[in-house]
């Protein structure tokens, strides 16, 4: 099972906002200071972390985290090194194709750590599917990220890492991925032509001019 926890080799905070909807949807956000008791998590509360030893774990006990325009989200101050895998937050969900445009996966890590501008490691991805909007804008604004995480990610939904590492002005590489499929939010009604290959350079013209 994987685990997230976060330290701090400076000293430093975090904490976590959950907006209210997403506890009616049944997201259950648990923290432990051992990684072994684990409690359940009030939005707000405020965790230092002052000796470089500390570790603050979170997880969730639902299969999703953040849907239908409502998110749960971290908030950071110092220094914050994440360590583990961000699927400790969707209860260690192993992703699959079916999971692609399933409307609870839909940006499950949307704007998870955005505007995070003390985190300086981000933890692991292990996602070989990523599903619909599944990273929009997890790390933007994360301008003190050095290093991309560790992915395994193959095949993408649509929209799937839209502005993933928008403003991470401090990135010294780009993420390591071996992409194998794409799906591309594209509309072809307009393509549509009485004569066949009319329809067919239309279509061309609009995927790669």
Same mark, same amino acid.
């Given at each position: 099972?994987?685990?997230?926890?976060?330290?701090?080799?400076?000293?430093?905070?975090?904490?976590? #906002? #959950?907006?209210?909807?997403?506890?009616?949807?049944?997201?259950?956000?648990?923290? &432990?200071?051992?990684?072994?008791?684990?409690?359940?998590?009030? +939005?707000?509360?405020?965790?230092?972390? &002052?000796?470089?030893?500390?570790?603050?774990?979170?997880? *969730?006990?639902?299969?999703? @985290?953040?849907? /239908?325009?409502?998110?749960?989200?971290?908030?950071?101050?110092?220094?914050?090194?994440?360590?583990?895998?961000?699927?400790?937050?969707?209860?260690?969900?192993?992703?699959?194709?079916?999971?692609? /445009?399933? &409307?609870?996966?839909?940006?499950?890590?949307?704007?998870?750590?955005?505007?995070?501008?003390?985190?300086?490691?981000?933890?692991?991805? =292990?996602?070989?599917?990523?599903?619909? +909007?599944? @990273?929009?804008?997890?790390?933007?604004?994360?301008? *003190?990220?050095?290093?991309?995480?560790?992915?395994?990610?193959?095949?993408?939904?649509?929209?799937?890492?839209?502005?993933?590492?928008?403003?991470?002005? &401090? @990135?010294?590489?780009?993420?390591? @991925?071996?992409?194998?499929?794409?799906?591309?939010?594209? =509309?072809?009604?307009?393509?549509?032509? +009485?004569?066949?290959?009319? +329809?067919?350079?239309?279509?061309?013209?609009?995927?790669?001019?």
């Amino acid at each position: 099972m994987s685990e997230l926890y976060f330290m701090s080799d400076t000293g430093g905070s975090i904490k976590m #906002i #959950i907006e209210y909807a997403l506890e009616e949807l049944g997201v259950n956000i648990e923290v &432990s200071t051992d990684g072994i008791t684990y409690e359940t998590y009030y +939005s707000g509360t405020e965790y230092t972390i &002052s000796d470089p030893t500390q570790k603050i774990y979170f997880r *969730n006990t639902l299969n999703t @985290l953040n849907r /239908h325009n409502n998110k749960a989200y971290f908030v950071m101050t110092g220094s914050i090194q994440a360590y583990g895998d961000i699927t400790a937050m969707v209860n260690n969900k192993v992703f699959t194709e079916e999971d692609m /445009h399933d &409307s609870e996966m839909n940006g499950c890590f949307w704007r998870l750590f955005q505007d995070c501008t003390s985190l300086t490691r981000a933890p692991d991805i =292990s996602m070989e599917y990523v599903p619909d +909007s599944g @990273l929009n804008a997890t790390f933007t604004g994360c301008t *003190n990220l050095v290093n991309p995480p560790n992915m395994n990610a193959k095949y993408f939904g649509q929209l799937a890492c839209s502005g993933t590492f928008k403003d991470c002005t &401090s @990135l010294i590489k780009t993420p390591a @991925l071996d992409i194998r499929t794409v799906t591309m939010g594209i =509309s072809l009604l307009d393509c549509a032509d +009485s004569d066949a290959k009319r +329809s067919c350079d239309k279509i061309y013209d609009k995927i790669f001019l």
